[in-house]
C-alpha cells in the first residue's frame, strides 16, 4: 500500500487513542483525518492501517476483501490478550463475515422484524417513562444522563430481549462491560464469557416463556 501524501514516517499515531475530552474526538485523530485520512498505526501488537473518513470508510465496509473475523491471521488486536480470548471462544456475529454471518442473523432476524419490536413498545415505553420518573425524583442538582438514561433503559431493553429479570440487570451489566474492557486479560475475558454463557444457557431451559421486564 502506498502511503498517504503528507505522511512522515514520525507522525504515526499510537491506536487506540486517547480522548482526554469525552464530546469531541481526540485532537490527533482530527489531524490525522485532515492530513493523511488513511495511515498507519502504532497497536501492541502491529501497524494496521486508521481510516478516518466518511467515504472511506464506507467503502472498506462494503469490500469484501476487508474481514471481520478476529480469528483470521493479521486481524488487529487493540489489547493484549485480545486474540487469545477470541481464540477460546466461539465467534460472536460482530466477528463473522458475509456467508456465515448471514446464516446466524436469519436465525434470529424474527426476533427483530418489524412485528416483535412492535409488541415490544408498551414495555418499552415503561422502561423509558421509569428512567425519566426515577431523573425527576433525584435529589436536584444536574442528573448524568449516561447513568440515568442512556446505559439503564438500552441496558433494560436487552435484558427483556433475552429473557433476564431486572433482578439480575446489575450482575449482566457489570459482566458484559467488563468483558470489553481492554484492560481485561485473556484468561478473565474468556472465563466472563463462560460465565454468561452458562448464565444463559440455564435461563433458556428454565424460562418457557418470555416475561416482560420493567426497571423497579
Known sequence: MVEPAGLAENAVVSFPLLC?????????????????????????EGQPWLVTRYADVRAALADPRFSADLRRDGYPVLAPGQREAVAGMPPTMAGMDALEHTVIRRRIQEEFGTRRVRAMEPDIQRIVDAAFDAIETADGGPVDLVKALALPVPSAVICMLLGIPYADHDWFNDRTTAAFRRETSAADRVGIFTELASYLDRRTTTTTKRKPTTMP
Request: proline fraction near 24%.
Open 20 to 44: 482526554p475530552w469525552p464530546f469531541a474526538p481526540p485532537s490527533a485523530y482530527l489531524r490525522v483525518q485532515e492530513t493523511a485520512p488513511v495511515c498507519p498505526v502504532k497497536t501492541h
